[in-house]
């Protein structure tokens, strides 16, 4: 069965720390790994898109990591800010997509 | 450029009362998807358009569940009758060629 988690679910840590946010997924032929952010009562936003052939991408302050063999991602944000404050959820493309359950993020000013 | 249009925002409704979301994916984007989203989870699958073909409907409750994408743009998802445990927030995304996923605002759906 196809199932993606996320630990920790929620996560707080005072500003400016580097934290590491954690994806995994127990069927490794993949075709994306997709990480959004979610604001209390919005949609998602997208923040990277990593191909089942890439090894990581990144977007200013975050660096995005795929292991397919190891079934893993991992959303590395760098220097944290208040406004990163939101829920983070990755997503893994098969036939289907399939959510992982969110990481609720705190940072702290 | 415009992004994903969700109609309307919030609905409430009594049960057993059909209820319809609209959805107008961003110009040029041949994937859709329609998501249910409870609080504190992340969001469901219910039903992906490559075009106008419905290619995953696997999540869709089709007894009073339905959807429909016209001329392979806009997507109507209608549920009816609607129950009380339907409550909650129905996600439009649009992609090209499944890349990328672009999010509405949601609808958010109260069943009394």
């Known amino acids: 069965k196809q199932e993606v988690t996320q630990i920790p679910a929620a996560l707080s840590v005072p500003e400016g720390e580097n934290l590491v946010l954690n994806c995994s997924f127990t069927?490794?032929?993949?075709?994306?790994l997709q990480w959004f952010r979610q604001d209390p009562g919005k949609g998602l936003t997208s923040l990277l898109l990593?191909?089942?052939?890439?090894r990581e991408q990144t977007s200013g302050r975050l660096n995005a990591s795929l292991d397919k063999s190891s079934g893993r991602s991992t959303l590395y944000i760098a220097a944290s800010q208040p406004g990163d404050s939101a829920t983070y959820l990755c997503?893994?493309?098969?036939?289907?997509?399939?959510f992982g359950p969110g990481t609720s993020l705190s940072v702290i000013p | 450029e415009a992004g994903v249009v969700q109609s309307p925002r919030y609905k409430i409704i009594e049960k057993k009362q059909p209820v319809a979301f609209w959805c107008n994916p961003i110009?040029?984007?041949?994937?859709l998807y329609w998501y249910l989203q409870n609080l504190g989870q992340g969001p469901e699958l219910l039903i992906r358009?490559?075009?106008?073909?419905?290619?995953?409907d696997s999540q869709l409750p089709k007894d009073r569940f339905s959807a429909e994408r016209l001329k392979g743009v806009d997507s109507t998802l209608k549920i009816q009758p609607a129950e009380l445990g339907d409550s909650a927030v129905y996600l439009c995304?649009?992609?090209?060629?499944?890349?990328?996923?672009?999010f509405g605002p949601g609808t958010r759906l109260l069943v009394l």
């Open positions: 110009s040029g984007h041949n994937t």
């Open positions: 990593i191909q089942s052939s890439q």
């Open positions: 997503a893994v493309s098969y036939d289907k997509v399939i």
């Open positions: 995304a649009s992609s090209l060629q499944g890349g990328t996923q672009y």
């Open positions: 358009y490559e075009n106008e073909e419905a290619v995953d």
């Open positions: 069927d490794s032929a993949i075709y994306n």
